[in-house]
């Protein structure tokens, strides 16, 4: 069984994926009487038809046992989905490139540095939000609308990966 090397999280190794969503490095500009510093467009809500809604939901999250086996990725393939941590706690990302379904071989790990999130591009393979704390509560920005936005790829045996963020 391969295990992920987790990562840390860089806008230039996640671009195939998403964006990270961050202060650090990004453009800005002042705003309201020079008293608030605006980071501009750090992540584009992606949404497949004109009929779709961007939406702001929070999600609490529970942390799975360590090391986990990565059985499974889901995919968006109508909208984005951002994840924005509010606690300040690091968590980790698994993702895969788009396709018809995500290759073990190409699947990355990244561990995010507490002040920052992700944005999930429309059809990335993407583990479900793995929170290292106990409990964690993240802002979500995703896709409300028609059709079905979830589409779940279980991994044979041979094709499962191991995750242990204490390598």
Known sequence: MRTLIIEPLTKAAFAPFGDVIETDGSDHFMINNGSTMRFHRLAEVETATPDDKAIISIFRAEALDMPLTISMLE??????????PLLG???LVVVAPLGDAP??????????????????????????VLTIEKRDDFLVVDRSGSGNNCDEHFFEE?????????L
Do not use: C
Request: proline share 10%; no cysteine.
């Open 75 to 84: 995919r968006h393939p109508l909208g984005s989905q951002a994840f924005i």
């Open 89 to 91: 706690h690091p968590f």
């Open 103 to 128: 290759e073990p071989e190409l699947t990355r790990a990244f561990i995010t540095n507490g002040r920052q999130g992700v944005n999930y591009h429309r059809g990335v393979w993407h583990h479900p």
């Open 158 to 166: 041979s094709q499962k990966m191991v995750l242990d963020p204490q």
